[in-house]
């Protein structure tokens, strides 16, 4: 246990290694790959700031020591914010997508013979933070675009706008920075976009957009589309088709209850 433990921490550090350290190299004592990892692993737990993460990384400090090499033992919580206040957000994000990516990735244990592994789903989607909003120096509520592993129920990245019409802009942002191949990409009306469909073709993946009225000529081509070929019950045109049946029987714990079964 304690090595597969060790192996976990020294693979995520693995992944942070192209990362650039901003820090002076005088007097540097604290190795970045130990102050990643106990960073990650404070927020993980709750975590919200440097001091929150210092605090952390103490009440842990039997478990650092012995998974991190931490030559001058567990750093302070200024140490800490110094490092995060320096590191570029853009460098850290790709370092942190690709180490979420490989935890998402099957492994060789869940690939059956039998068993084909299911598409995986990337749902994109922007948010406004509720009570984000800064009055007193006419900050608006922050905006976030986020891309959501629906199978694994992680965040792959996350791109901050200004305002929700710039949610058009960071969507093709933020799918270059994430691996769309094999996947089928779910965004709504405000993504529907020749621009981005055509990303999400090229980097190998599908996609499934909300298409809405206010689109005015794009919208009337495609409903006649749909209703030429359903009139013609779709000969012309190659589709995949899913369905399921339900059956209807008695509860045998509740013979007065109906219950619905596949």
Known sequence: MLEDM????????????????????INGKHLLGDLIVISICAVIAGADGPKA??????????WSLQH?????????HDTI???LALLRPEAFQRCFQKWIEALTEPSSDDVTNTMPSPQKRIAIDGKTLRR??????KLAALFLVSAWSVENGVSLGQLATEAKSNEITAIPELIDNIDVSGAIVTIDAAGCQKSIASQIIQAGGDF??????NQGNF???????????MANNFVNTTVR??????RCCRDSDAPNRLVWTR
């Open 6 to 25: 060790k192996t976990e921490v020294e693979s995520m550090q693995d992944y942070f290694r192209s990362l650039e350290d901003p820090r002076s190299t």
């Open 53 to 62: 993460i210092g605090v952390w990384a103490l009440s842990r400090e039997a």
């Open 68 to 76: 991190l090499e931490l030559p001058h033992g567990i750093p302070s």
């Open 81 to 83: 914010g110094r490092l």
């Open 132 to 137: 984000s909003h800064d009055r007193r120096n």
């Open 208 to 213: 499934i957009f909300t298409l809405k009225g």
């Open 219 to 229: 919208y009337k081509a495609v409903q006649k589309w749909f209703l030429d070929q």
């Open 241 to 246: 088709t899913f369905g399921t049946s339900l």
